[in-house]
């Protein structure tokens, strides 16, 4: 929160961000509490409830309000687009994919509760996405709310997360042009989706007309692009930090990345072009509701983690 530039407008980001936050953590520790404990709840709560930044969340939210919607009624999409998040991060870990010891700061969840109990309780928190979205979004007609569920069901099913997953992990050294298609299909689906319907979900909930969602779809690529194109410049610069060199293109990594491929440079030039372009998805919208967004879009262009 403390690396987000100061944006051009007088909208106060850092404290929207923080209030935000709290809201989500507020409802996601109400829906998975322990009234009734059991090891697959706990290993929930210790992956969800361990933090992470609710970028998500923030977009269903700040698209709601684009469109005139109140927070509560895409508050249970906010969270469930949280809980899809973090399942997807419990299997990455896993021993048979990134096998990975720690996820936002704290060891992984198969370390603390062991593989079959992470990877079922990865399965149950997806499934309470859906739980939750058909059972506690209030105030919103029923056809809003099954859309809002086949978008959700679209970003983790054959053409979302998984597929992105399984692209990535099947990556054979392709370089150049070909190369820079297989990172955008990979990152649209493994990346992108999720934000898409995050940022989908939100505008239907909120009462968004068709031109409105397309236009808020057409928005939620650009980010999702954007997203990924930080993230592996962060990666690049956070290892630099941490050989003690200066940032470089010459680092070898075993996976396709922007920098990789294009140069860190153009990696930047690249994100910069995003920002703008998401930006420009937002003109036909009255303006003063458009800051959350925007602020959003600057908030994942300039963020140092
Ligand atoms: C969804 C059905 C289903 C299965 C999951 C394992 C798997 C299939 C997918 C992996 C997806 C994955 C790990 C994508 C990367 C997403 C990403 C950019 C994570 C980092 O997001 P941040 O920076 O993290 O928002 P925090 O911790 O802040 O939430």
Known sequence: LHTIRASKTSFDFESYMLEKASEVNKALERFISLEEPSKVRESIRYSLLAGGKRIRPMLCLAACELVGGDDSKAMPAACAVEMIHTMSLMHDDLPCIDNSDMRRGKPTNHKEFGEPVALLAGDALLALAFEHVAGATRRVPAERVVRTIRELGRSCGCQGIPTGQIADLDYEGMSGEIGLQHMEYVHMR??????????????????????????????????????????????????????????????????STYPKLIGIENSRESAQKLNGEAKEELAGFDPEKTLQLIALTDYITYRGN
Do not use: H, M, N, Y
Request: glycine residues 10%.
């Open 190 to 255: 493994k990346t992108g989706a999720l934000l898409e319907a995050s940022v989908v979900s939100g505008a239907i909930l909120g009462g968004a007309d068709d031109e409105e969602i397309e236009k808020l779809r057409k928005f939620s690529r650009c980010i999702g692009l954007l997203f990924q194109v930080i993230d592996d410049i962060l990666d690049i610069t956070k290892s630099s930090e941490e050989l003690g060199k200066t940032a470089g293109t010459d680092l070898v990594l075993d996976k």
